[in-house]
């Protein structure tokens, strides 16, 4: 199964890592990093992101990808194989849950990317002013006619490429199309970098004031970590399945993690020194990169057709992560109620379609459904993820996973310790203060 799996769609050696890295990399990096690094303060978040990297993200990536390649199965076969009999194949069955809820708003945030491209193409975003540029959000984001109809068209164009099996031509095209976004986010930072005032945001986003981090700061800092890896579903067990043994296991999940990390940085840089410099609030919410990049744009020579560009390379980015998305409850219901692929990806569609429109029409459903799956379904997974290593799978088995390829792990151990103690433990107390502090007995308030 696996090695069809592998000759299928993953040829070349970094193929099943740069589609990890392609579901890793999306609207996570641009549209939600900003938005919620501004609502939570800025540097001391940015921080308190870095540590989550690293110390408990990471070790989470690993946990998935070594149980995947080990298995060689996808996330539901994987957990049944490793552990037959067990109930750890629910994580599976949560993770399924958690892709569709991302489902319901990711599509309309990708939705808004296209209109962006259009919106641009047609010449409506230039020469607008910082406060007809925020209007024209307002005025578009709040009208569940046109949300729903962006949302359809991106819905679609996920649905068409997974009905027909064949997201690795779209992968091929995104290992071209996404070096040259990182290109253009490069030259972007640089435009806001450079404008008059730029230097508010710069030290909105490196100068820490850890009065503003609390434990809701601490939690959404956790959210957004497992949500920008695509960590705590499953996705990327799944992956991890299609990773040849002769890859070095540690190394591909510190590069996705590291690119991952650095292109989410990158989109800082590029939001809050023109936020800055436009007096835009950089705590508005979900609307921040929209409000924001259009001034960019305006100020560069070309700016019109560089907003195209960008905001169409965009949507192939949106579309690599929501194909994963989708895959995943595609794969499920196919299994579960013996479909052919076309009409699972149909009803599918048609359902997180449904769930989409109640997302259009209230924010706070929009809301409810972003902050809920990142914030808290991700999480969970994770712990029970990072426990099923010890509790299952053992320190000898996983280590002899990941040195798969003959090269030692040096810091197994430091990782092994991590996934044992620190990630469960971290989990569970952010966990727990953010629900007392909802109560009004935070520890950290
Ligand atoms: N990581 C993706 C992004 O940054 C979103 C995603 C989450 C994709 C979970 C798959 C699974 O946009």
Not at 40 to 67: D, H, K, T, W
Not at 271 to 279: L, Q
Not at 328 to 356: A, N
């Amino acid at each position: 199964m696996k090695e069809n799996i592998a000759k299928e769609g993953f040829n070349s050696k970094i193929g099943a890592i740069a589609a990890a890295a392609g579901s890793a990399v999306g609207l996570g990096n641009v549209w939600r990093f900003p938005y919620v690094l501004g609502q939570n303060g800025g540097a001391a978040f940015l921080l308190v992101y870095v540590l989550f990297m690293l110390l408990i993200a990471l070790p989470v990536l690993m946990s998935e990808f070594s149980i995947g390649r080990k298995a060689g199965l996808p996330v539901l076969g994987a957990f049944q194989t490793l552990a037959p009999g067990k109930k750890w194949y629910l994580i599976g069955f949560a993770g399924v849950l958690c892709a569709f809820v991302i489902l319901f708003y990711y599509n309309i945030v990708s939705g808004w990317t296209l209109m962006y491209a259009y919106l641009s193409a047609t010449g409506q975003l230039a020469s607008l002013d910082e406060s007809q540029i925020n209007q024209t959000f307002e005025q578009s984001s709040q009208d569940p006619v046109t949300c729903i109809f962006w949302m359809v068209l991106m819905l679609g164009a996920t649905g068409f490429v997974v009905a027909r099996g064949v997201e690795k031509g779209i992968e091929q095209y995104s290992k071209i199309l996404m070096p040259i976004l990182l290109i253009l986010i490069i030259v972007v930072c640089i435009r806001s970098l450079t404008l008059d005032g730029a230097s508010d945001g710069i030290s909105f986003l490196l100068s820490p004031d850890f009065s503003k981090l609390t434990p809701r700061a601490l939690f959404e800092a956790l959210g957004q970590a497992f949500f920008s890896l695509s960590i705590g579903m499953g996705t990327m067990t799944t992956y991890g399945s299609y990773i040849s043994k002769k890859q070095n296991l540690p190394q591909a999940a510190l590069s996705v993690a590291l690119l991952d990390f650095f292109i989410a940085f990158l989109c800082g840089l590029m939001i809050f020194p023109c936020a800055f410099a436009f007096g835009i609030n950089p705590g508005q919410g979900a609307g921040l990169v929209f409000v924001t990049l259009p001034n960019i744009f305006n100020k560069m020579a070309m700016g019109q057709i560089f907003s195209v560009v960008f905001f169409l390379l965009l949507v192939v980015a949106a579309l690599t992560s929501s194909i994963s998305l989708l895959e995943v409850v595609v794969t499920f219901v196919k299994s579960q109620f013996g479909l052919k692929r076309r009409m699972s990806t149909l009803v599918s569609s048609i359902t997180i379609g449904i769930l989409g429109i109640g997302c259009a029409v209230s924010p706070t459903l929009f809301d409810f459904f972003d902050k809920i799956s990142a914030n808290v379904l991700l999480p969970l997974g994770a712990f029970f993820i990072v426990l099923f290593i010890p509790l299952r799978l053992g320190k000898k088995a996983v280590r002899e996973e990941m040195e798969a390829n003959g090269t030692p792990f040096k810091l197994f151990n430091v990782y092994y310790f991590l996934t044992k103690y620190i990630v469960p433990l971290a989990i569970l107390l952010i966990f727990t203060n953010s629900i007392l502090s909802w109560m009004g007995y935070g520890l950290f308030d």
